[in-house]
């Protein structure tokens, strides 16, 4: 089974930095796009950013597009998210999630960490 694992959440002020890193293990990383998604408390679970198998391609939803970069290192098996400018409505529980053909939203992504908690203070 794939297994993945996030970490570097925390609390950061508005306009600060936070970098995110999703471990991957039990599968064949290379053969995953792998994307970031977010969930405030009260409502839906919203797409952040992903990239493909290569890293060749990536995509970010609007509120995040100037900001966030997402990266991988298929060496490592790990992906990170390296969060700048960070606002206030940036506040959520981020997880990452893997799968053969996902892209900008859930369809795609079968296997799904745990989360990591981002607090931006104002």
Same mark, same amino acid.
């Given at each position: 089974?794939?297994?993945? #694992? %996030?970490?570097?959440? +925390?609390?950061?002020?508005?306009? +600060? ?14 053969? !995953?796009?792998?994307? &970031? ?5 009260? =409502? %839906?679970? %919203?797409?952040?950013?992903? @990239?493909? &198998?290569?890293?060749?391609? /990536?995509?970010? /939803? *609007? ?6 970069? @997402?990266?991988?290192?298929?060496? =490592?098996? /790990? ?7 960070? =606002?206030?409505? *940036? ?7 893997? +799968?053969?053909?996902? &892209? *900008?939203? @859930? @369809?795609? !992504? *079968?296997? &799904? +960490?745990?989360? /990591?908690?981002?607090? #931006?203070?104002?």
């Amino acid at each position: 089974q794939v297994q993945l #694992v %996030e970490s570097g959440g +925390g609390l950061v002020q508005a306009g +600060g930095s936070l970098r995110l890193s999703c471990a991957v293990s039990g599968g064949t990383f290379s053969s !995953y796009n792998v994307g &970031w998604f977010r969930r405030a408390p009260g =409502k %839906e679970r %919203e797409f952040v950013a992903t @990239i493909t &198998w290569s890293g060749r391609n /990536t995509h970010y /939803t *609007d509120s995040v597009k100037g900001r966030f970069t @997402i990266s991988r290192d298929n060496a =490592k098996n /790990t992906v990170y998210l390296q969060m700048n400018s960070l =606002k206030a409505e *940036d506040t959520a529980v981020y997880s990452c999630a893997a +799968g053969l053909s996902g &892209w *900008d939203g @859930i @369809i795609g !992504y *079968d296997h &799904w +960490g745990q989360g /990591t908690q981002v607090t #931006v203070s104002s």
